[in-house]
T-cell receptor, first 112, second 116 residues
Framework: SQTIHQWPATLVQPVGSPLSLECTVE??????LYWYRQAAGRGLQLLFY??????ISSEVPQNLSASRPQDRQFILSSKKLLLSDSGFYLC???????????FGPGTRLTVL | AQKITQTQPGMFVQEKEAVTLDCTYD???????LFWYKQPSSGEMIFLIY??????QNATEGRYSLNFQKARKSANLVISASQLGDSAMYFC?????????????FGTGTLLAVQP
């Protein structure tokens, strides 16, 4: 069966510091991968998606970037965090051509 | 532009009763998909149920059913026999069709509280 992991689970970082969040999927090959952000009390906003290694599409211009160095690994990064980057970050995967996205446990980021 | 609207910020329901969570959508696509996810306080998004735009039957998954009214562009979630563990945020989402990306657009969610 497929599983999706995210780490760290929680993170507190100062403004201006770098960021690296990791997401890995097990039990499937060549998945579509997604990064979402959820601000407090809000719905999910799609940040990036990837249909293959090295292929990244950005949905919202911002302080963040994403990379996919391996088939089942998706990384969210920032060189300098802003206060507005605080939120709950969720990674998701889906099979190409299938309908449903499955989410990881999320990373709660607080920027102080 | 595609849009999902959930007009109920919060709902209360008594244990063992049924509850309907509203969702309306806006799209010009003929082919699309509609989803409901549950988000408990732990934060993880749990997939509940899916309805394709060409599906003639309403989707059902255990105690969850999706009341799909295509002409009204609504996709309400019905939870039967509510349980205390059903207390959570519920999000309606729509898949943008076209290509292989399967991007989802989410509503703002409904917070459901099940009372004993």
């Amino acid at each position: 069966s497929q599983t999706i992991h995210q780490w760290p689970a929680t993170l507190v970082q100062p403004v201006g510091s770098p960021l690296s969040l990791e997401c890995t999927v097990e039990g499937t090959s060549n998945p579509n991968l997604y990064w979402y952000r959820q601000a407090a009390g809000r719905g999910l906003q799609l940040l990036f998606y990837s249909v293959g290694i090295g292929q990244i599409s950005s949905e919202v211009p911002q302080n963040l970037s994403a990379s996919r160095p391996q088939d089942r690994q998706f990384i969210l990064s920032s060189k300098k965090l802003l206060l507005s980057d605080s939120g709950f970050y969720l990674c998701a995967w889906s099979t190409i051509g299938a309908d449903t996205q499955y989410f990881g446990p999320g990373t709660r980021l607080t920027v102080l | 532009a595609q849009k999902i609207t959930q007009t109920q910020p919060g709902m209360f329901v008594q244990e063992k009763e049924a509850v309907t969570l509203d969702c309306t959508y806006d799209t010009s696509d003929q082919s699309y998909g509609l989803f409901w996810y549950k988000q408990p306080s732990s934060g993880e998004m749990i997939f509940l149920i899916y309805q394709g735009s060409y599906d003639e039957q309403n989707a059902t998954e255990g105690r969850y059913s999706l009341n799909f009214q295509k002409a009204r562009k609504s996709a309400n979630l019905v939870i039967s026999a509510s349980q205390l563990g059903d207390s959570a945020m519920y999000f309606c989402a729509m898949r943008e069709d076209g290509g292989a990306t399967n991007k989802l657009i989410f509503g703002t969610g409904t917070l459901l509280a099940v009372q004993p």
